[in-house]
Nanobody, 116 residues
Framework: VQLQASGGGLVQVGGSLRLACAGSGSAFSGRRMGWYRQAPGKERDLVAG???????KYADFVKGRFTISRDNAKSTVYLQMNNLKPEDTAVYYCNAFVPLNGLEYWGKGTQVTVSS
């Protein structure tokens, strides 16, 4: 399983970005997908997750601003980020968990920088 994240960049406070993570391999629809982020000197935190049944969950610090979604036909998960804040600056990583075998996969990450 390979994950390729894209869509990061530099944006001003209050702006929006849409991240995409394209997955390879079969049975994408059965994977639990998530977005994590890691700022310099900090731990990697869960931002949002979506199950195969499209149940979603969000970290408190992004609720109401970020939306996770998936398109199984395209083997892609998205993270729509609105009203961005400087504290959202981090490298964002895509994560896939395969319940059938318990394995977890990570993409390389994409940088998001929010300037004030």
């Amino acid at each position: 399983v390979q994950l390729q994240a894209s869509g990061g960049g530099l944006v001003q406070v209050g702006g929006s970005l849409r991240l995409a993570c394209a997955g390879s391999g079969s049975a994408f629809s059965g994977r639990r997908m998530g977005w994590y982020r890691q700022a310099p000197g900090k731990e990697r935190d869960l931002v949002a997750g979506i199950t195969s049944a499209t149940t979603t969950k969000y970290a408190d610090f992004v609720k109401g601003r970020f939306t996770i979604s998936r398109d199984n036909a395209k083997s892609t998960v998205y993270l729509q980020m609105n009203n961005l804040k400087p504290e959202d600056t981090a490298v964002y990583y895509c994560n896939a968990f395969v319940p059938l075998n318990g394995l977890e996969y990570w993409g390389k990450g994409t940088q998001v920088t929010v300037s004030s």
